[in-house]
C-alpha cells in the first residue's frame, strides 16, 4: 500500500489593512514641506535674478548717460554752469541737486525724485543716487554719475545689490566755459522755449 500524504488546507488570508487617519496626515506633511522648500528655493532664486537684472539696468543706464554727456562737452562750444544752484533758484532746491548746460542743452538732476532731467524731460532709462558737475579749473568740467539699481530705496535692497553700486566719474575740457549768474537771459529764453514746446504737440518739438 501506497502512504497517503495528507493535504493540508491553505491557511486564511489576512484580510489588507488600509491606512490610517494618522499615516495619510504624516504624508501629507511630508508632501507640504517638499512643496515648502521647493518653493523657497525657488523664490530664492527669483529675487536673486531680479537683482542682478536690476544691476545690469543701472549699469547700462549709467554707461549711456556717462557717453551721452561725454559726447556732449566734447562736442560743446559754450558750458553754463551755476555758480550757486540754491541763489539762481531762490533757494527752493535740494543741495544735491545739479543743473549744467550744454550749449543751451539742460541737464538738470532732482536728488528728490532721483532722476535726470534732459531739456525738462526725464531720463526714463534708469534712476541715479547722485549726479554732481564740477569745475576744478578754468573751462575744465568733472561730472560723477552713482546710479541706484531699480530706482529702489537702498533699505529695502539686498545687501549683494548695495555693495554692487558705483560711480562714473570724468573730466573734459570745453572750449568755454562760463557761470550762469553772468549770462543769465540765454537760459531764461531756454527755459520759455522749453515751457513752450512741452505745451504743444510731441511731433512740434
Known sequence: MEAVTPVRAPAPRRPR???TLVEVLVAALIVSAIFVVIWY???QGMASIQSTERVLESTRAAHILFELLHRDLKRAREVLIPRDLAALA????DPQDAILYVDLKE????KK????YI?????KLGKFDA???STPQPDLVVFRISPVPSGRPSSDLPRVVQAGRFTLEASVWVERLAYLPDVP????EHRAMHQFCLGGWALDY
Open 17 to 19: 489593512r488600509g491606512l
Open 113 to 116: 525724485e532721483q532722476r535726470l
Open 90 to 93: 531762490a533757494g527752493q532746491v
Open 107 to 110: 541737464y538738470a538732476f532732482r
Open 185 to 188: 537771459s540765454p537760459v531764461d
Open 119 to 123: 531739456d525738462g524731460r526725464p531720463f
Open 41 to 43: 528655493f525657488y523664490n
Open 131 to 133: 549726479i554732481s558737475f
